[in-house]
Nanobody
């Protein structure tokens, strides 16, 4: 079993910052791609950023404001969010593409963490 646990969400004022974390645990051989998605009320889930050995990707709406990083030793991916706007309000989910110890390719989602940007 592989599990992703997110943390770091909360209430922040416009212009503020938050850092989200997503820790992976379980029967993991390799973590290939780690991603952050978000789903705002009444909207579809959208990709925010991802990171792999090939580099990073950001959706246009967060470029220059968000930064994705990872700590391989801790099996954790981070999303540093700055200059937050009300439109960043959403439930943020992490996703990982993992090769487990039985050599199975898995796509695993976290449970989500709520980010609310409001004054």
């Amino acid at each position: 079993q592989v599990q992703l646990v997110e943390s770091g969400g909360g209430l922040v004022q416009p212009g503020g910052s938050l850092r989200l974390s997503c820790a992976a645990s379980g029967s993991i051989r390799i973590i290939n791609v780690q991603s952050w998605y978000r789903q705002a009320p009444g909207k579809q889930r959208e990709l925010v950023a991802h990171i792999s050995s090939a580099g990073t990707f950001y959706v246009d709406s967060v470029k220059g404001r968000f930064a994705i990083s990872k700590d391989n030793a801790k099996k954790t991916v981070y999303l540093q969010m700055s200059s937050l706007k009300s439109e960043d309000t959403a439930v943020y989910y992490c996703k990982a593409q993992i090769l487990d110890r039985d050599y199975r390719n898995l796509e695993v989602w976290g449970q989500g963490t709520l980010v609310t940007v409001s004054s």
